[in-house]
C-alpha cells in the first residue's frame, strides 16, 4: 500500500550565495530565455559578472522579488505595467 509522503520543502539557500543563470531561473520560476533577456534589455535582477559568466546574488533576487510586489497597473497609464527600481526611480 502506498505511503504519503510530505511536500518537498524549498532548499534554503544562503542570501550571499551567487547563482548561475539557471538556478536563478528556477529560483524566480521563469525561463532562462527571459532572465537573458533582462539582462541584455538592463531589465530585471542585479548580476554579477566574474569574466564571462554571469552570476546573481540570492539577497539581490530577493530585493528584486520584493520590489517587483509594489507593480500595479494604473489606468491613467493605458494598463502599462508600472514599478520603481531600488533606487526609487519610476521605470
Known amino acids: ?3 504519503a509522503t510530505a511536500p518537498a520543502q ?3 539557500i544562503p542570501t ?3 547563482l548561475d543563470p539557471r538556478e536563478a ?3 524566480l520560476r521563469i525561463k ?4 537573458a533577456n533582462w539582462r541584455m534589455n538592463g531589465r530585471g535582477p542585479e ?3 566574474i569574466g564571462r559568466l554571469v552570476r546573481y546574488r540570492v539577497a539581490q533576487l530577493e530585493a528584486w522579488i520584493a520590489g517587483a510586489e509594489g507593480m500595479a497597473r494604473g489606468p491613467q497609464d493605458g494598463g502599462r ?3 520603481t527600481t ?4 519610476r521605470v
Open 1 to 3: 500500500m502506498p505511503t
Open 32 to 35: 532562462v530565455q527571459t532572465l
Open 16 to 18: 550571499n550565495s551567487l
Open 10 to 12: 524549498p532548499r534554503q
Open 81 to 83: 505595467l508600472k514599478t
Open 47 to 49: 548580476y554579477v559578472r
Open 86 to 89: 531600488p533606487g526609487g526611480n
Open 25 to 27: 531561473a528556477d529560483y
